[in-house]
């Protein structure tokens, strides 16, 4: 899963991306609200992470120019500013959720993972698709009752495609989950890693469409 952390503060920033990237998720890390908004326009994350008191451009104001221009992505608030005006204020402006520094990391983790199932219409946070069975929380896949070892990245790709069953994920797109900025995108991985998943599961479950990408179909083969 794909998050864009919208921080001033460096220490406390480094310290969010090295807390989600633990577990699994992909962090841009966006320093002014300028930079975040060319981001969230630019981009299809599954959660933005965002400060209120941001230099540029404050928070309040991209969380609402965001809303004006339709971006349904879910929006936490990460803030100092605690009091209940506060948080009406923000929840009203179309964040779906808030929480208060000094916060814990674990819940920050539960809250962006609650929020990313509730954007997939998920109740879950297990998917199941035929033999296949995907835990994204204790990051575990079965396949005919046996685990599958995968990597971070085999899983983020399955994972995604799993969201998104019956419509063709581009190459392009399932990059973007794969790396954060700065990150170096190796040439063909996409490629590798859907041989890898095919081999370690079924190489019926992902179909290639040539020319624009993949897809697992909504119903299990
Ligand atoms: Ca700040």
Redesign the pocket.
Known sequence: MKILLV???VL?GDGIRAGLAQVGFVVDWAKDGREAELAVSAQVYDAVVL?????LLP?LDLLRRTRASKNPVPILIL??RDTVGDRIVGLDAGADDYLVKPFNLGELQARLRALVRRANSQVESVITHGALRLDSVGHRVTYEGRTVELSAREFTILHELLLNTGRVLSKARLEEKLYGWGEEIESNTIEVFVHHLRRKLSSQLIRTVRGVGYMIPKAAP
């Open positions: 921080e001033d503060d406390l400060d209120l008191g941001l230099p928070g803030t100092a």
